[in-house]
């Protein structure tokens, strides 16, 4: 059987050191998972039946993006050892044993690296890239049109609505096959009207007002998502917003492929052209205020006992004070209780009607918009 080891250093990670991040309030106590399966079997039935039914769709992906002969046999071959390997954990009845949903995912890029499907998104991710960035000038001039209230409204709508577009979610996925035309203004027609599930945009509008010279954010993490319209469309436009503030932007993006999440690799060359379309972005890039870096995760999931060492230090070093966290996979599957020694915002759209009801009685495409401002009272940063 197939051992889930949440401190295991993928392969590629061997040479760099994964530490817990100082940004935690109590890292003695962090658990980054929100649900435990194995507590509640309505839940650890109906995931179950969720992910048989999604790992068909994940070979059927891993076998059209392969080029090579064997690839169907390769994707069929995936699809049996998944079902097995998730048969052996819904098996289990140890409740004293952590069966999480980020178990579950960790699971599918196990098995799409074990047998040899390295980036099953990889063209896909490409095309809504370059899709993206070629309506990023248009998006970023529909919101300095705004005045400064509105503007952030706007940009953290966007931010939500950008979120829309993750492969990895069924409903999702079969609106994109649909309509090829989807875009950031359909999400916005999608996504829940305010107020939201948790609707926290009062209290960051608040703090937006406060005085820049004398209560601007030092530096702002933000672990981001999908890749196309999610980063281009939704996250940088709030990135570009902290930079005209002052404040150091550090993207923290997935070192590996992960559904089509974007990764360190594609993110520095989404930046590059992006460059091209926003001069605040490119003076921010090539002066060293806008910087990319690796989370250290392999899967869609985030996990503060696996950061790496040198994003940690970094973060450290430019005195990070706020951190934004987002999409289900990060935001809700996991981190969502997590507690943090600096400001915190936590954006999602919640892409799964059962879960969405479970936890907060809403509906599809509900959001939430989490902002908490530091626990730690000794000082105004991590």
Not at 299 to 321: A, K, S
Request: charged share 30%.
């Amino acid at each position: 059987m197939l051992q889930h080891n949440s401190h295991k250093i993928n392969i590629k990670e061997l040479g760099k050191i994964k530490i817990m991040s100082h940004l935690l309030l109590e890292s003695t106590t962090y658990n980054p998972d929100t649900l435990n399966l194995n507590e509640d079997p309505e839940s650890k039935q109906y995931w179950f039946l969720c992910f048989q039914d999604l790992i068909s769709k994940l070979a059927k992906q891993a076998s059209k993006s392969c080029k090579e002969g064997d690839a169907i046999e390769r994707a069929e071959k995936l699809r049996l050892h998944y079902i097995e390997e998730l048969t052996k954990l819904q098996d289990e009845q140890n409740s004293n044993e952590l069966l999480t949903i980020r178990k579950y995912l960790d699971l599918h890029e196990h098995c799409l690296r074990l047998f040899n499907f390295s980036d099953p998104w990889k063209d896909q991710k490409a095309i809504e890239n370059e899709f993206a960035i070629s309506k990023l000038r248009e998006r970023l001039n529909e919101i300095d049109r705004l005045d400064s209230d509105e503007r952030w409204i706007e940009i953290s709508k966007g931010l939500l609505a950008g979120n829309m577009f993750d492969w990895g979610a069924q409903v999702v996925a079969d609106m994109l096959e649909k309509n090829k035309s989807f875009g950031l203004t359909e999400a916005l027609d999608c996504i829940q009207k305010r107020p939201w599930v948790i609707d926290n945009l009062d209290d960051w509008l608040d703090r937006m007002r406060e005085p820049l010279d004398t209560n601007n954010y030092k530096c702002c993490a933000i672990f981001a998502d999908n890749s196309g319209v999610d980063v281009i469309l939704g996250i940088l436009p709030f990135a570009r917003e902290m930079l005209r503030r002052g404040t150091k932007v550090v993207l923290c993006v997935n070192s590996e492929p992960a559904l089509n999440d974007i990764t360190q690799k594609e993110m520095i060359g989404v930046i590059d052209k992006c460059c091209n379309e926003c001069q605040i972005i490119k003076e921010a890039y090539e002066t060293g205020k806008l910087l990319i870096e690796s989370n250290g995760q392999s899967g869609p999931c985030l996990d503060f006992r696996q950061l790496p060492e040198e994003l940690n230090n970094l973060l450290i070093e430019n005195e990070c004070d706020l951190v934004v966290i987002e999409g289900m996979g990060r935001a809700l599957h996991t981190n969502l209780h997590a507690k943090f020694k600096c400001d915190v915002l936590k954006c999602v759209v919640i892409k799964n009607q059962w879960l969405a009801k479970k936890l907060f009685g809403g509906d599809i495409f509900s959001v939430i918009f989490l902002y908490e401002r530091a626990l730690s009272n000794s000082t105004n940063n991590c």
